[in-house]
């Protein structure tokens, strides 16, 4: 009897270790709904006394021309200890901002994601939104089980083209996680520029982690531009990059909206110039609700005496740098600035030309 009850044991521990999830890279999609988590802002927080975690920011979504592309879709788990992991996705983990670190109960090939704080055990559900389609992550209703579902084959991350231009597809991209480009795309950084023009210089097929990019891209859509996200750095960023990443671009209210980088005259974006690539102002039509930067990609940020558009490999092209084209001191999203001395309230800002985030 002693020798059955030892079996049965250490079957239970082989089946709990055979559940366990492997560290690496998985879209989390919700068995029931079949939508994806996927984070649009970084507005993420925990309340220890109560148990209360906002996740609003993790939306929840069915579309896969969005999935494939959204760069918040995808996950990199690390096991911390037992069944409790954190979870990273675009520039930061669910620990460093909310600190809430999940931990994960198996149920047949699925997963109850769940935390305990103070004696409260929280689990999370897919809840829907009460106007337009989609959904949200939250503590409350009746849909907790989740497939964690490993990059690779179907499960792909393409990049969705930006503009048209000389006979290609182009975007601006930068990923929180180091990644390679396919067979016949093409990365850049822009190098220099001048008062009407920009100058990019190619790069390796293997991108650092949160680098912006220009990238000639295959086809006209994501499953054409398929990137493989890595583990680790195979190199370093190019020095002299002169274009600026973006992470969020929301549109929920509140202080969501406060991880967005509002469009300003400074700002150009990829687009093209009579079928020529080029960086522009943004029209509103290019905006996200008409006036947030994209998420996951690249602009320049530049200072007065700038061109409305700078196309690509125009003469009188000089080197410049950052601090060339950046105004000193630090500015509000919407280019307030903010006087010596004084200490801003939590939020996004721009800092000698880096976004910097006040906690």
């Not at 990019?200 to 650092?208: A, L, V």
């Not at 909206?257 to 400074?266: G, M, V, Y």
């Amino acid at each position: 009897m002693k020798k059955i009850f030892t079996l049965m044991i250490l079957a239970g521990m082989a089946l709990t270790a055979s559940a366990q999830l492997a560290d690496g890279f998985y879209r989390v999609r919700n068995t029931d709904s079949g939508r994806y988590i996927v984070m649009y802002d970084g507005y993420v927080f925990k309340n220890a006394a109560t148990g209360s975690v906002n996740l609003k920011a993790l939306q929840t979504v069915d579309d896969w021309g969005t999935v494939s592309s959204h760069m918040g879709s995808v996950w990199y788990l690390k096991n911390i200890g037992g069944v409790q992991y954190d979870m990273f996705c675009q520039s930061s983990s669910l620990g460093a901002k909310g600190n809430f670190y999940p931990s994960l109960l198996a149920i047949g090939g699925n997963y109850q994601i769940y935390g305990s704080y103070e004696g409260f055990t929280k689990y999370l559900n897919d809840e829907s939104n009460e106007e337009g389609g989609g959904g949200f992550v939250s503590i409350s209703g009746s849909r907790p089980d989740w497939t964690f579902i490993p990059l690779g084959g179907d499960n792909y991350v393409g990049i969705q083209p930006e503009t048209q231009a000389d006979g290609h597809y182009w975007a601006t991209f930068m990923s929180g996680f180091p990644f390679t480009l396919s067979g016949g795309m093409k990365a850049y950084y822009v190098s220099s520029v001048s008062t009407d023009a920009f100058q990019m210089t190619e790069m390796g097929s293997q991108i650092p982690a949160r680098t912006p990019v220009l990238i000639r891209l295959n086809g006209g859509r994501p499953s054409d531009n398929i990137i493989t996200i890595q583990t680790s750095n195979s190199g370093s960023a190019p020095g002299g990059n002169l274009l600026h990443g973006n992470w969020y671009s929301s549109t929920l209210g509140g202080g969501h909206r406060d991880f967005n980088l509002e469009n300003n005259d400074s700002y150009r974006i990829l687009g093209n110039v009579n079928g020529h690539l080029a960086f522009v102002k943004a029209t509103e039509d290019r905006l996200v609700l008409g006036t947030y930067i994209e998420h996951n990609r690249g602009i320049l940020v530049l200072g007065n005496g700038y061109a409305d558009a700078l196309e690509e490999g125009a003469s009188g092209i000089h080197s410049v740098d950052k601090e060339e084209v950046t105004e000193k001191g630090m500015f509000t999203l919407t280019g307030q600035k903010i006087p010596e001395g004084t200490t801003p309230r939590p939020g996004i800002y721009i800092k000698d030309g880096k976004k910097v985030i006040i906690k």
